[in-house]
């Protein structure tokens, strides 16, 4: 079965700083990978997702991410955050061939300060 | 376009009483149908999912259950709620790697 792991439940960081959110995860076979946000009191908004191809991910609002198989991370980035990244981030993991359940870690608190 | 419609927004409710939270997609067919809880100052667990009509399965033994009468209709219920059912709900659908989430339920049992 898989896992993720987030490291940092709490994460704060000032304002134009850039900021790493770190995500681990466990399987035996290949996953897909995501970055949720959620704004309080609101659903998640994908930020990005790695199926295949290029490690290095793109995502919205600035954001990016790298598939690191040898190391299972996929670590969250941005070089510059703002007051309104102040959000939870989830890491995610997916096995398509398990009717696409998406396994989340705990959650990262993001608070950035001005 | 593809839109997910989840309801109550907010809902609080005594304990013992029975729950139904619906949620409906719009905009595609056959989706796989998820819902997830999302306790106070935790992850989101998944509770149920769905890969089609009066198909349910269920990864947490719990007080609640699932239903999908239609392709596109999926339902959390309980007969009678409990403390510990309070949380933040979410329905979710995924067809081929994508997933898009409902804006929630926050449910407080008291």
């Known amino acids: 079965a898989q896992s993720v792991t987030q490291l940092d439940s709490q994460v704060p960081v000032f304002e134009e700083a850039p900021v790493e959110l770190r995500c681990n995860y466990s399987?035996?076979?290949?996953?897909?990978l995501f970055w949720y946000v959620q704004y309080p009191n609101q659903g998640l908004q994908l930020l990005l997702k790695y199926l295949s191809g290029s490690t290095l991910v793109k995502g919205i609002n600035g954001f990016e991410a790298e598939f690191n198989k040898s190391q299972t991370s996929f670590h969250l980035r941005k070089p510059s955050v703002h007051i309104s990244d102040t959000a939870e981030y989830f890491c995610?993991?997916?096995?398509?061939?398990?009717?696409?359940?998406?396994?989340f870690g705990q959650g990262t608190e993001l608070s950035v300060k001005p | 376009s593809q839109t997910i419609h989840q309801w109550p927004a907010t809902l609080v409710q005594p304990v013992g009483s029975p729950l139904s939270l619906e949620c409906t997609v719009e905009g595609t067919s056959n989706p796989n149908l998820y819902w997830y809880r999302q306790a106070a100052g935790r992850g989101l667990q998944l509770l149920f999912y769905s890969v089609g009509i009066g198909q349910i399965s269920s990864e947490v033994p719990q007080n609640l259950s699932a239903s999908r009468p239609q392709d596109r209709q999926f339902i959390l219920s309980s007969k009678k709620l409990l403390l510990s059912d309070s949380g933040f709900y979410l329905c979710a659908w995924n067809r081929a790697g994508g997933y898009t989430f409902g804006s929630g339920t926050r449910l407080t049992v008291v």
């Open positions: 399987s035996s076979v290949s996953v897909y």
């Open positions: 995610a993991v997916s096995r398509y061939n398990q009717g696409g359940k998406l396994i």
